[in-house]
């Protein structure tokens, strides 16, 4: 999804989040973006930092939890969240978080498992339905649903 939606797009600042090793990152950067790549686990940040040689100076790695701690106001072209666990909650504010990291004219790209594929790993304690999908972020946007694109 990523390459479909941003291969097009100009490059600037991107937020990469729950960045894992760093794939998604590392394509940007290797196309011209300035990357913020966020995780919490400091094991794949430190896999990501090994790979990303060629991207030297382009991306900066941050161990943090975007839920917890908001990135900054409207300093980035784009925001990418592919498969990130974002659990609904009152007030949406990690979800509004992300989404006010996104410059005016930026591009937000969220992608989720769909209900029906997690539907079938569902574990006892957590319910696929807990998560944000495009719909419902589509919804606080005040977006009509054909405005969205979704890929499976």
Request: aromatic share 8%; with cysteine; glycine share 8%.
């Amino acid at each position: 999804m990523l390459v479909a939606e941003a291969g097009d797009l100009s490059p600037g600042q991107a937020l990469d989040v729950g960045c894992g090793e760093g794939a998604d990152a590392l394509w940007l950067a290797r196309r011209g973006w300035r990357v913020t790549a966020v995780d919490v686990s400091e094991v794949a940040l430190r896999r990501a930092a090994a790979a990303a040689a060629d991207a030297s100076g382009r991306v900066a790695w941050a161990r943090d939890d975007l839920t917890t701690t908001p990135p900054p106001v409207r300093a980035f072209d784009l925001v990418s969240i592919h498969y990130f666990p974002l659990r609904r909650e009152p007030g949406h504010s990690a979800l509004y978080g992300l989404l006010d990291a996104v410059t005016p004219g930026g591009t937000l790209l969220f992608a989720t498992h769909s209900l029906s594929d997690l539907a079938a790993h569902r574990s006892v304690d957590s319910d696929p339905a807990d998560y944000y999908q495009p719909d419902d972020i589509a919804q606080l946007l005040g977006l009509e649903p054909e405005r969205v694109t979704f890929h499976d």
